[in-house]
Nanobody, 123 residues
């Protein structure tokens, strides 16, 4: 069992930066790949970025490539999402999620989810 808690959301102007963190409980966190997803009202939750459990492989949805960076600190059970050059269309609730079996972008692949943190980017 893994419990995930996100933090770091807030209100920022377009072009600004935020750093989201996801802290996990449990000593086996290192065996999970971790992803970030986001959701706006009336829309489906969408994939943002993911990082593997072992070799640090990362991948991103096209709309955030070059602006967002995902990283992990296994000793601290923490996954970070550095978000730069934010745009109003990045406004959403951001969720982290843990996947024991692979490294994917589909919601169904993830086993555990946090409660989310709100990111609002003003124009």
């Amino acid at each position: 069992q893994v419990q995930l808690v996100e933090s770091g959301g807030g209100l920022v102007q377009a072009g600004g930066s935020l750093r989201l963190s996801c802290v996990a409980s449990g000593r086996t966190f290192r065996i999970y790949s971790v992803g970030w997803f986001r959701q706006t009202p009336g829309k489906e939750r969408e994939f943002v970025a993911a990082i593997s459990k072992s070799d640090g492989r990362q991948f991103y949805t096209d709309s955030v490539k070059g602006r967002f960076t995902i990283s992990r600190e296994n000793a601290k059970n923490t996954i970070n999402l550095q978000m730069n050059s934010l745009k109003p269309e990045d406004t959403a609730v951001y969720y982290c999620a843990a996947d024991r079996t692979g490294l994917g972008s589909r919601i169904s692949e993830y086993d555990y989810w946090g409660q989310g943190t709100q990111v609002t980017v003003s124009s």
